[in-house]
Nanobody
Framework: QVRLEESGGGLVQAGGSLRLSCTAS????????VGWYRQAPRNQRALVAT???????NYADSVKGRFTISRDNAKNTVYLQMNSLKFEDTAVYYC??????????????WGQGTQVTVSS
């Protein structure tokens, strides 16, 4: 099985920064695209940023220039550096990992979510 552990959420003032981390563990054969999604109250879960195994990144328009996604393949960890935070960034942030466990098929895995609250 594959397990995801998220960290880094919290309360921050507008204009501040946070860094989210997500580490995958378990019997992992391969990891493909990884990323971050978020869900604000009463909203659908929406893409924030992804990065492929080859390093290609994709960002939501609302976070371009402010957020940076990166990955450390040796640590099976994906990061989201969040700068110039705005009140509208307030949401629960979910880590996403596309992975193939040993003796199993490719599957999508989700973290439990970490709360990011930006005060104005």
């Amino acid at each position: 099985q594959v397990r995801l552990e998220e960290s880094g959420g919290g309360l921050v003032q507008a204009g501040g920064s946070l860094r989210l981390s997500c580490t995958a563990s378990g019997s992992i054969s391969s990891i493909g695209t990884v990323g971050w999604y978020r869900q604000a109250p009463r909203n659908q879960r929406a893409l924030v940023a992804t990065v492929t195994s080859g390093g290609t990144t994709n960002y939501a328009d609302s976070v371009k220039g402010r957020f940076t996604i990166s990955r450390d393949n040796a640590k099976n960890t994906v990061y989201l550096q969040m700068n110039s935070l705005k009140f509208e960034d307030t949401a629960v942030y979910y880590c996403y990992v596309r992975a193939r466990p040993y003796a199993d098929n490719w599957r999508d895995y989700w973290g439990q979510g970490t709360q990011v609250t930006v005060s104005s």
